[in-house]
């Protein structure tokens, strides 16, 4: 199975501060016949189920704000979001879909500072 | 419009069984994989299960292969999943997710609200 780690656990930054999300898997997850990413990123708000905000490593879903970004390759990836809002407080997970199982990482919580 | 409606949760003993359903709406159901994901109270997300978009390809996780059974009933645009054998472990909230496509690699593009499962010991 494809062991995916995020760091750091929880994070708490400034309305209008930069946050950054790491995660990283135990194996490649670039297909090299099409040279895609098989990553994705998903928010989950208090009460809420998960929605996607980042396939294939860095596509925004379509009505994801501009303010969130993906990036990364192979085994190391980065959710990115440039200036944080009020309504962006909320659980991160990242997920591999290069195989089954699919497996998430443990989750980033996202606080204001 | 686009959404998918679970039922089927509950409370039930250890060792006993129970059958989730969701209902699917707004899209061409047979088009797509689907799957069950968990997630125990406080903790992150669990892929369960999964099947293809004509429901010939099924998936599971080691956690529950043998004791559960996904199916989908494609003229009815509804996902199945059949749990024995329950565990206190398989308490959770379960989750109908819409793969992105049919193929190999699909992600979750759409969720449910979820069903409350409890496993009393």
């Known amino acids: 199975d494809i062991v995916m780690t995020q760091s750091p656990d929880s994070l708490a930054v400034s309305l209008g501060e930069r946050a950054t999300i790491n995660c990283k898997s135990s194996?490649?997850?670039?297909?090299?016949?099409?040279?895609?990413?098989?990553l994705a990123w998903y928010q989950q708000k208090a009460g809420q189920p998960p929605e996607v905000l980042i396939s294939?490593?860095?596509t925004r879903e379509s009505g994801v704000p501009d303010r969130f970004s993906g990036s990364g390759s192979g085994t190391d990836f980065t959710l990115t979001i440039s200036s944080l809002q009020a309504e962006d407080v909320a659980v991160y997970y990242c997920?591999?879909?290069?195989?089954?199982?699919?497996?998430f990482g443990q989750g980033t919580k996202l606080e204001i500072k | 419009e686009v959404q998918l409606l679970e039922s089927g949760g509950g409370l039930v003993q250890s060792g006993g069984s129970l059958r989730l359903s969701c209902a699917a709406s707004?899209?061409?159901?047979?088009?797509?994989?689907m799957s069950w994901v968990r997630q125990a109270p406080g903790k992150g997300l669990d892929w369960v299960s999964g099947?293809?978009?004509?429901?010939?390809?099924?998936y599971y996780a080691d956690s529950v292969k043998g004791r559960c059974t996904i199916s989908r009933d494609n003229s009815k645009n509804t996902l199945y999943l059949q749990m024995n054998s329950l565990r206190a472990e398989d308490t959770a909230v379960y989750y109908c997710?819409?793969?992105?496509?049919?193929?190999?690699?699909?992600?979750?593009?759409?969720w449910g609200r979820g069903t409350l499962v409890t496993v009393s010991s």
């Open positions: 997920q591999q879909y290069y195989s089954i199982p699919r497996t």
């Open positions: 099947i293809g978009g004509r429901g010939r390809s099924t």
């Open positions: 707004g899209f061409t159901f047979s088009s797509y994989a």
């Open positions: 294939w490593a860095s």
């Open positions: 997710a819409k793969g992105s496509n049919d193929s190999s690699g699909w992600y979750f593009n759409l």
């Open positions: 194996q490649s997850i670039l297909y090299s016949s099409n040279n895609k990413n098989y």
